[in-house]
Each structure stands twice: as structure tokens, then as C-alpha cells.
């Protein structure tokens, strides 16, 4: 039990609050209502898979890098907390765990899948060759609504491509943010960020820019879907905190990325989710 409370707390599995409603409101949106149980679980349990193999993942092939930030070098494998062989074997069983919740759930999303482990794989290698990365990862997670609504119908949509690249969008924006803390350290290691080759201040920039696409994108779902003033309510509660969290950061004054990182991002994607799920409650 303690290896795996070291284990949840270096993928920081808390964190999943960030795609898991969106996650949830590809499904319920394609359900246009409330999925089945049976379907919720798998969809829950997919996500659950793919996040754990990605971040575990990340943390093996970074391991000897994180070994060398100052920032990162005690997280759990560096540290000598837990070895890169047992976390292998979360990786497989995670990956397992995804695969077994896509067959469950329908064909498509089973034959779909090898394409997510790509992504979610490569990831972890983009940023020692472009700084494209933040969109790559953007990707990664703006899987999760397009892959749940073919998870519930089988089929693809406009709906969940528009909503998909809303998430790539809004986490390639954040990520940007995250990654100011390393610039100077990646800038030494060779490795690429959009802060790293091109200044904190530019990439705070790009990250604003980033994050009012996003929100045209939910908007742009919310009118595809004929969604009701609910939904939009939701819309407008992530613009209030998309524009909070740009206030409290500046390329001056990094303090406070934990703050927009972790909360405000995490109560953007549950209030979104909650706003529209009344909407589909009530219509």
C-alpha cells in the first residue's frame, strides 16, 4: 500500500479531475442525456487507463532528466522511491485496463485505440525535439470527449471534433503556463517549450491567445448541439476562470502557477461539465 500511494502521488492521480469531465460530457453529449451505467464505468475506467500509462510513461522516460531539475529530481523514480521496472508493470496493466473498457464499449473505439497510445506515448519524447509539445499533450487529452461520444455511438461527429480541439486548445494554453517554470533549465538541456525557445513573455502570449480560442470552441459545441442558456452559463464561468488565471501569473511573477494549474483549471472542467449536464437534465 505504501508503493502505491508513492505510485498514485507521482502521476499525481488527482489530477485526472482535468479530462475526466470532459471525458464525461463527450458522453453525455452524445447520449444527449445520461448514458448507460454500464457505460459510464468504461468510459470512467478507459480514462482512468489511459492517464495512468500516460503518466507513468512520462515519468520513466523523463526520469533521468527529472534526476537533474532541481524541481523535479524527488519525485518518486529519481528519488529512488520506486523503480523503473514496477513502474513498467502499472503501465502495461493500465494500458490493459484501457484496451479491455474500449472493447466493452464498441468495435470502433477498440480499432481507434492504437491511435490514443501513439499520441499519448509520444508525447512524452516531443519536447526533446520541437516545441510542439504542448499541443501534442493538448491532443492527448482532447482525446478523451471525442473518444468517449464514439465510445456511446460508434460513429464520429462535428460536436466532438469541435470539442476536442476546445481541450487541446485550453490544455496546450495551460501547459505553456506550467512549462515558464523550466525555461531556463530546458533552455540548458536542450530540450523545447514554447517558453524555452521563445521567452516566458512570448509564451505567456501565445497562452492567452490559446485560451480565447477555447472558449469559442465550447461555444461553437453549444450551438451545434442547440444547447440552452445552461450550458453557455458553464461557458461563461470557464472564461471567468481562464481570465483569472491570467491575471494572477505574468512573465514577471510566476508565483502562483500552482494556483491557475491545479484549482482553476480543475473547477473550469467540473463546472462545464456540471452547467451542461443540468442543460440535458432539464431541456
Not at 509520444?122 to 478523451?144: D, E, I, M, Q
Not at 485550453?170 to 536542450?190: H, L, M, P, S
Amino acid at each position: 500500500m505504501g508503493k502505491l500511494r508513492i505510485f498514485l502521488e507521482m502521476i499525481k492521480f488527482e489530477h485526472t479531475i482535468f479530462a475526466l469531465p470532459f471525458a464525461y460530457l463527450g458522453a453525455f453529449l452524445a447520449a444527449d442525456g445520461v448514458p448507460t451505467l454500464a457505460q459510464i464505468v468504461w468510459i470512467t475506467l478507459a480514462m482512468v487507463g489511459a492517464r495512468t500509462a500516460a503518466m507513468s510513461l512520462n515519468r520513466l522516460i523523463d526520469r533521468h532528466i527529472d534526476a537533474r531539475n532541481p524541481r523535479t529530481s524527488k519525485r518518486a523514480i529519481p528519488a529512488g522511491l520506486l523503480g523503473a521496472s514496477e513502474v513498467y508493470v502499472y503501465v502495461v496493466l493500465s494500458f490493459l485496463l484501457l484496451g479491455i473498457a474500449a472493447y466493452q464499449l464498441n468495435m470502433l473505439a477498440l480499432k481507434l485505440m492504437p491511435i490514443a497510445v501513439f499520441v499519448l506515448v509520444l508525447y512524452s519524447y516531443t519536447k526533446r525535439f520541437t516545441w510542439l509539445c504542448h499541443f501534442v499533450l493538448g491532443l492527448a487529452l482532447g482525446l478523451a470527449p471525442a473518444g468517449a461520444w464514439i465510445g456511446i455511438t460508434g460513429h464520429w461527429a462535428l460536436a466532438p471534433v469541435l470539442l476536442g480541439l476546445g481541450v487541446l486548445t485550453w490544455v496546450a494554453g495551460f501547459d505553456i503556463v506550467y512549462a515558464c517554470q523550466d525555461a531556463e533549465f530546458d533552455r540548458k538541456e536542450g530540450l523545447y517549450s514554447i517558453p524555452s525557445v521563445f521567452g516566458i513573455k512570448r509564451g505567456m502570449e501565445v497562452s492567452t491567445v490559446l485560451h480565447v480560442l477555447a472558449p469559442m470552441l465550447f461555444i461553437a459545441v453549444g450551438i451545434v448541439q442547440g444547447m440552452s442558456f445552461l450550458y453557455f452559463t458553464g461557458v461563461a464561468a470557464a472564461i471567468f476562470l481562464l481570465y483569472r488565471q491570467h491575471r494572477i501569473i505574468s512573465a514577471e511573477d510566476l508565483s502562483k502557477i500552482g494556483i491557475a494549474f491545479f484549482n482553476l483549471n480543475g473547477y473550469l472542467s467540473v463546472l462545464l461539465f456540471v452547467f451542461s449536464l443540468l442543460d440535458l437534465l432539464l431541456r
